[in-house]
């Protein structure tokens, strides 16, 4: 049990404070605290500067003069929580479960894959060439960590990224892609009451547009079109002269969104009330994540890994997105939910399964030794 106090110990500590996705100085301060850890174990390790709307990546690796990597271990270092959750829900322990910010998604990944190279036996670290990236910008999208990752990706034969397990254990062979569209209706304001026909009510002109967008949805063949957010008028006595709508976009391939895309353009260039104009941007999105011939030979290695460890591998097919799709896009195979598992994912109930720890960490070690 050694090896899980240890591990503990450690998340205690990379979860003790705030590290939301812009709080650029909580995030910094996990990488240098994985820093610390990785230069202990002889790594070399570097900041990688995204700008200055992000905190510092963390790169690492065993093997610094190489321009290529047997594989690449990827986990996030920031959260969704807002400041002051650290102090409002401090670490803690309940039968068996750890309960703090971000001990799932996904800092319980980040600390796994270091004890997972920590204890790595030195023939098996001598023979590979092993990369790993912390960044710090997942939860709000990876905007600004998205092309580094995307660009040693192409260094890489493999990725495993440490998200959490599912709470039954399951890892993640694919997800589906996301794409965000943000639609802004522009019409003209006008008495509701005295000169209600003067106006060009950006309201219905939402109203009719969305209707239409919902029947894109094809969910048989993995795509869905979603309108989440509307916002529409000032007053309640004034036609509307603007509203906007948000939809979320899912697909199973890539090449789903470039036709969804059209449709959904060709949608916003319709008149739907005489003068009232549309502007139709896309907001976020990351690429899907197929399972692919490659990430089947990835997956039957996991498998057999998973194995050694003591337990037998579970997969599932994912609907939300993560850093994997830019590995898949880069042409290499992933998987994903590498991490030990727990539930509560973004909610106060967050909790990391402790009886995970040991297995996701030997399962992790056990893929580099048979490599």
């Known amino acids: 049990m050694a090896l899980v106090e240890d591990y503990i110990r450690d998340l205690k500590e990379i979860t003790s404070f705030d590290s939301g996705s812009r709080n650029i100085e909580g995030v910094a301060r996990a990488a240098s605290i994985m820093k610390r850890h990785y230069d202990s174990i002889g790594f070399a390790t570097k900041f990688v ?38 102090v409002k829900r401090p670490f803690r322990i ?14 319980g990944g ?19 060439s092993i990369a790993v990236a912390c960044n710090p910008d997942e ?26 397990g599912r709470p039954d254990d399951s890892l993640i062979q694919s997800r589906k892609g996301i794409r965000g569209y943000v639609v802004k209706f522009h019409g003209k304001a006008s008495h509701a009451g005295n000169h209600p026909e003067e106006g060009r009510d950006a309201n219905i002109a939402l109203m009719k547009f969305t ?43 890539d090449e789903q969104i470039e036709k969804l895309d059209r449709e959904l353009r060709e949608l916003a ?50 609907g939300g997105g993560s850093d994997a799709a830019y590995m898949a896009a880069a042409g290499i195979p992933a998987v994903d ?23 996701r960490i030997t399962m992790i070690r056990n893929v580099l030794t048979l490599l």
């Open 49 to 86: 500067d995204l700008g200055p709307n992000a905190g510092p990546g963390l790169f690492a690796t065993n093997k610094p003069d190489a321009d290529h990597y047997d594989i690449l271990l990827n986990a996030h270092l920031d959260t969704v929580f807002p400041d002051g959750t650290a």
């Open 110 to 128: 980040v600390v796994a894959f270091f004890y997972a190279l920590k204890t790595l036996p030195s023939d098996v670290m001598n023979r590979l």
């Open 337 to 359: 939910g590498c991490g030990p598992a727990g539930g509560g994912a973004h909610s106060p109930n967050e909790y990391l399964r402790i009886d995970t720890i040991e297995e």
């Open 211 to 253: 209707l239409e967008a919902y029947k894109l949805n094809d969910l048989a063949h993995g795509v869905s079109v979603s309108p989440t957010v509307m916002q529409g008028g000032s007053i309640r006595n004034a036609i509307s002269d603007a509203s906007e709508i948000y939809l979320d976009t899912r697909f199973l391939r």
């Open 94 to 107: 309940e039968g068996d479960r750890i309960y703090a910010p971000g001990c799932m998604d996904c800092k």
């Open 269 to 318: 260039s319709r008149t739907w009330v005489d003068e009232v104009t549309a502007e139709l941007t896309i907001d976020h999105g990351r690429p899907a994540m197929p399972k692919t011939e490659k990430t089947e030979e990835l997956i039957r290695l996991v498998n057999q890994a998973a194995k050694m460890a003591g337990f037998d591998a579970k997969w599932v097919d994912a």
């Open 139 to 164: 939860e709000s999208g990876s905007v600004y960590s998205h092309e580094w990752l995307s660009s040693l990706a192409k260094q890489c034969d493999r990725a495993l990224v440490g998200e959490p």
